[in-house]
């Protein structure tokens, strides 16, 4: 074990901020299913409003399934990765800050568009539309996310993926 007190400051300082960025960019690769999984729950959940005021019953047996369906999977995704670093619980290396401010963004324009469709063009158009711009939006903030999460581990030093 080195004695600390004879280390350069500056090494230990690097050494933390590699620690902290590590569950922000060590990770494995997101699977290809993913992104059409994640488009098809949330087009399942705009598509379970078609029972809203004639079935309530199914309606809310529909979204107790998907709403357990999303816990399960997200569950196992952590554990798959080991870590999913979340908004707010900790400071994501600073090439990932717009990635994630693109995300809600995005969520924002995706919820808009769905919702202007759905009040259009009913909810059967709402819950296509749902799953192409969930399943395309979550795809390209994957690559926007390698590419800066590649950036912050080539600023670090830090080996690819996991």
């Not at 600390?4 to 690769?29: G, K, M, Q, S, T």
């Not at 087009?43 to 019953?57: D, I, S």
């Not at 357990?68 to 707010?88: D, F, K, Q």
């Not at 009913?122 to 590419?147: C, I, K, N, Q, S």
Request: proline share 6%; aromatic share 12%; charged share 20%.
């Amino acid at each position: 074990m080195t004695d600390d007190r004879h280390r350069d400051p500056r090494d230990v300082l690097d050494e933390l901020e590699r620690a902290e960025a590590a569950p922000f960019v060590i990770h494995p690769a997101t699977p290809w299913w993913h992104f059409p999984l994640m488009g098809l729950w949330a087009a399942a959940m705009v598509g379970a409003f078609t029972w809203w005021r004639e079935n309530a019953l199914l309606f809310v047996a529909a979204m107790i399934a998907l709403v357990a369906i999303e816990a399960g999977y997200l569950t196992w995704l952590s554990r798959s990765h080991g870590a999913l670093p979340m908004p707010g619980r900790a400071t994501p290396p600073t090439e990932l800050v717009p990635v994630w401010r693109g995300y809600f963004l995005g969520v924002a324009v995706v919820v808009a568009a769905v919702g202007l469709l759905w009040w259009l063009l009913g909810v059967a158009a709402a819950a296509l539309t749902t799953f192409v711009l969930v399943t395309g939006g979550l795809a390209e903030y994957d690559r926007r996310y390698e590419r800066a999460a590649a950036r912050t581990r080539a600023r670090l030093g830090i080996a690819g993926r996991s």
